[in-house]
């Protein structure tokens, strides 16, 4: 089984500053990572995803995350975030045992403020 | 290439009725899978179909089914409706691989309020 946790429910920060959004997972197998952006009543869109490989994963919109095995830890970046950055991120996980059942987080609502 | 449909965006029934919530996902996919987003509780597996079967179940009592069609496309219902219903739901649609390396494409959701 696995869980995630995102610790911040809440990022402030003003434009133009880098952010950091914290993700850890516990999984008992081998696991794929995913970051997903929700904006208000829209369903999800996967920013980025680690499966295998280099550790430091690019994706859209200009973020990054870096998976950190020994940690178990996803935690996603940006070095400049603008206004339309705000919306609420979620981190997720899936075993690799042919489960097709993402785990998500409880989310981390950033607000970016001019 | 089209998106995951899901229809209605917006439902409002009442508490013991049944709804069914209708996702096609993008043409060439073959896995659906349902989720249930709240405030209280976050975002929750419901289940996952692939080649109209299903292969994966959450922790949902047995009000909530679902099914896939030889198209793929996935329906869900939920009978004897709770006011706790009121959710989000939202489909996502991936290749169906053996193990989920590629990405879930989600639709838009529809807004479930029971009153």
């Known amino acids: 089984a696995q869980s995630v946790t995102q610790l911040d429910s809440q990022v402030p920060v003003f434009e133009e500053a880098p952010v950091e959004l914290r993700c850890n997972y516990s999984s008992s197998v081998s696991v794929y990572l995913f970051w997903y952006v929700q904006y208000p009543n829209q369903g999800l869109q996967l920013l980025l995803k680690?499966?295998?490989?280099?550790?430091l994963v690019k994706g859209i919109n200009g973020f990054e995350a870096e998976f950190n095995k020994s940690q178990t830890s996803f935690h996603l970046r940006k070095p400049s975030v603008h206004i339309s950055d705000t919306a609420e991120y979620f981190c997720?996980?899936?075993?690799?045992?042919?489960?097709?059942?993402?785990?998500f987080g409880s989310g981390t609502r950033l607000l970016v403020r001019p | 290439k089209a998106g995951v449909t899901q229809t209605p965006r917006y439902l409002i029934k009442t508490r013991g009725q049944q709804v069914t919530l209708s996702c096609s996902p993008i043409s060439g996919h073959r896995s659906v899978s349902w989720y249930q987003q709240t405030p209280g509780q976050g975002l929750q597996f419901l289940f996952e179909y692939f080649s109209e079967t299903q292969r994966n179940k959450g922790n949902f009592p047995g009000r909530f089914s679902g099914r896939q069609f030889s198209n793929s496309r996935s329906e869900m219902n939920v009978s004897t409706l709770e006011l706790g219903d009121s959710a989000l739901y939202l489909c996502a649609s991936s290749g169906g691989g053996r193990t989920m390396n590629t990405e879930a494409f989600f639709g838009q959701g529809t807004r479930l309020t029971v009153v």
């Open positions: 997720a996980v899936t075993g690799m045992d042919s489960s097709y059942k993402l785990i």
């Open positions: 680690y499966l295998s490989g280099s550790t």
